[in-house]
């Protein structure tokens, strides 16, 4: 004869936070920094779990949730570059037409002008120097250095914040989704 284990009960908690689709959620909340009450209260609808319990899962699961948590990370700073990048690539866009337009006519930019009066006048062209152009070639350059972390900030105090991207695959209805 076998000496009594454990009740039944303290099985049942350990399959419940780790069946597939709770485990998901339980990782899920646990990144959003909810509290384990939190999530042993909804990780599976009619089947509560004790704060405990879900703190000792946590503990056990804890390399699990550092590497869900590094590819959140990952996620974010992979959208980050991504945007970072299409923002330089337009600004080179649009200083490359610039350029274009420097390669055409040079710095100088013609102005039609009448000379004289309505019957005896002409039209000539006068050059001017387009300020208005190197200005934006400028604006352009610093956009893009900024962009790249080339132009030194003042000193500002930012807080970092960790933005969870959940992706819901299937929808219990009986669970909030907030």
Do not use: C
Request: aromatic letters at 4%.
């Amino acid at each position: 004869m076998s000496a009594p284990g454990p009740p039944a009960a303290a099985y049942r908690h350990k399959s419940v936070l780790s069946r597939p689709r709770v485990r998901e959620r339980v990782i899920a909340w646990v990144l959003e920094g909810k509290s384990a009450a939190y999530i042993g209260a909804l990780a599976a609808p009619g089947e509560p779990v004790s704060a405990q319990a879900v703190s000792q899962w946590r503990k056990r699961n804890a390399d699990v949730i550092e590497e869900a948590r590094a590819r959140a990370e990952g996620l974010v700073l992979d959208v980050a570059i991504r945007d970072k990048v299409e923002r330089v690539r337009r600004l080179a866009g649009l200083y490359d037409g610039m350029q274009d337009i420097v390669t055409t006519r040079g710095l100088m930019a013609s102005e039609p002008k009448w000379i004289g009066s309505d019957k005896v006048g002409r039209e000539v062209e006068l050059q001017r120097f387009d300020a208005a152009l190197v200005k934006e070639m400028r604006g352009t350059l610093r956009d893009v250095a900024e962009e790249l972390g080339q132009v030194p900030r003042p000193d500002v105090s930012v807080q970092q914040t960790l933005v969870l991207i959940r992706q819901v695959i299937g929808v219990d209805p009986d669970v909030p989704l907030g």
